[in-house]
């Protein structure tokens, strides 16, 4: 037993020293992985094949016109960082406490700090429970991963329906577009698109000699209503909050031209493959008519998402509300047979459950935390977070697709103020709403010892939002400065 225990250990020192090696090329990745940038793939892989590759990532120079920032007093790491003795709670409780204090955080500050690796625990500020805002996606990432496995991925299918008649068929891609991502460049996760579906049904088409069909829609995969109930009523009434929730749409449920979000998701996704049938040489007769495909139909094309464990990264990665409401209805799927919201949170609680996560401290509602009636303790985010760092390999993507704090994700632009040496040393999930502010993650401080931490704060008053949130950003940089073992 201590020889298995010691074995996993070890690895996951190797898995979170390696983090830190991330902060030496994650200024240059983000960039492209979050498309902020002119994409520069064709810089890494030209025409020529045989053309020598860069040893490495930091080997490879910036496209010219690119300024990256520089990574402050960063040096590469060992294979392994021994960390010196055990982490204490004083020297963690005493890294913390003048942040915490901080008086724009409001009457409501809870805060949990554990040993990555034994669950020790090495502080406590307050009781129960808080709205979590966006962690809540820490939640939804695992149940996916463990539920839907990986590599599952989701299908959006054109089938027949009769004579001259085709139907549209959502699975459920969180991240379908409207026209191919190569259009502007590779984007991260890879995905598929309806002009690329609609040519591959047109040239099927039309090697039957079919030059002209009606064409069906069907989201039926994922219930109503689009629009949670425990959301806010000025997110339906204002109409670009967050989209209507369906498993067929283009662009998370976005226009083209505007980027604002559609009434009907599921008309305009099957609108804009109407038009691209018609660009590809198909007639179709009239407007798309909403329906169920039904079992007997014939698949004449398809397209396939992103897997799993892509999904998962980039809705933790850039807090993506609505691909993680679509995540939740897949979990509810799985494990209820139904894809709609209590399902969701139902899925994701009994998965929770079989994983051994303790669910007392968890009340939700949805799976992307704008609801602001859930309610989730610090414990059991540390839970989450520890089962995804040291349970099966298969759900460690929720840990390493955490923003690295000061490089990637919504952590790019934060972290700027105390403590620079702990910049990239802390990987952390945001949590943002009006008047609540939460960071959820994982941090090594400068003795190597891995601790995992939550950080919360609901009741802040509207003018210090911002200063609330860099209190949160320099407790967390606290832990990352701190020697919180013994003294070398």
């Not at 949590?431 to 995992?452: F, I, K």
């Amino acid at each position: 037993m201590g020889t298995k225990g010691g074995g996993t250990g070890r690895r996951i020192v190797r898995w979170v020293t390696g983090l830190l090696v991330l902060t030496l090329v994650a200024a240059g990745v983000a960039a492209w992985r979050l498309d902020l940038v002119e994409p520069w793939y064709d810089h890494f892989f030209g025409d020529d094949p045989t053309a020598p590759l860069a040893e490495s990532p930091v080997e490879v120079p910036p496209p010219p016109g690119l300024d990256l920032p520089a990574v402050p007093g960063m040096v590469p790491v060992a294979d392994e960082l021994a960390a010196t003795g055990r982490a204490t709670r004083p020297k963690v409780e005493a890294a913390l406490a003048p942040f915490l204090a901080d008086t724009d955080l409001g009457p409501h500050v809870l805060a949990a700090v554990d040993d990555l690796t034994t669950g020790r625990p090495l502080a406590r500020v307050g009781d129960g429970a808080a709205i979590p805002a966006s962690t809540t996606k820490l939640l939804t990432g695992l149940a996916a991963l463990d539920v839907l496995g990986p590599e599952r991925t989701f299908s959006t299918r054109v089938v027949t329906a009769g004579q001259n008649r085709v139907v549209l068929v959502g699975g459920g891609d969180p991240f379908l577009m409207a026209e191919p991502s190569s259009a502007d460049g590779p984007s991260y996760p890879a995905r598929a698109d309806v002009v690329t579906l609609a040519q591959q049904t047109a040239a099927a088409l039309l090697a039957q000699g079919r030059a002209k069909v009606r064409l069906g829609y069907d989201d039926s995969l994922f219930a109503t209503p689009g629009l949670n109930p425990a959301w806010p009523a000025s997110y339906a009434e204002e109409g670009d909050i967050v989209s209507p929730i369906s498993a067929l749409w283009v662009d998370e449920g976005r226009e083209a031209e505007s980027s604002r979000r559609v009434e009907d998701p599921s008309l305009y996704a099957a609108q804009v493959f109407a038009a691209a049938l018609v660009e590809a040489g198909v007639k179709v007769v009239g407007d798309p008519t909403h329906g169920v495909a039904g079992d007997s139909g014939s698949e004449i094309a398809s397209v396939a998402s992103a897997p799993v464990r892509e999904i998962v990264e980039r809705v933790l990665e850039v807090s993506d509300n609505e691909a993680a409401e679509v995540l939740a209805h897949h979990v509810g799927l799985a494990v209820r047979g139904t894809g709609d919201f209590e399902a969701g949170v139902e899925g994701t609680m009994r998965t929770l459950r079989a994983l051994g996560v303790p669910t007392a401290g968890i009340e939700i509602f949805d799976g992307s935390g704008l609801s602001r009636d859930n309610r989730i303790s610090p414990d059991a985010l540390l839970a989450v977070l520890r089962t995804a760092a040291t349970g099966d390999p298969a759900l460690r993507t929720v840990i390493e697709a955490l923003p690295v704090s000061g490089f990637t994700g919504s952590l790019t632009d934060r972290f700027a103020g105390a403590f620079p040496e702990a910049r990239g040393l802390v990987r952390a999930k945001t949590g943002t709403l009006t008047a609540v502010s939460s960071l959820a993650g994982v941090v090594v401080d400068q003795q190597g010892h891995q601790l995992v931490f939550v950080l919360m704060a609901d009741r802040i008053r509207k003018p210090q939002e911002t200063a609330a949130e860099n209190a949160l950003d320099d407790a967390a940089a606290a832990l990352g400065a701190c020697a919180c073992g013994p003294a070398t």
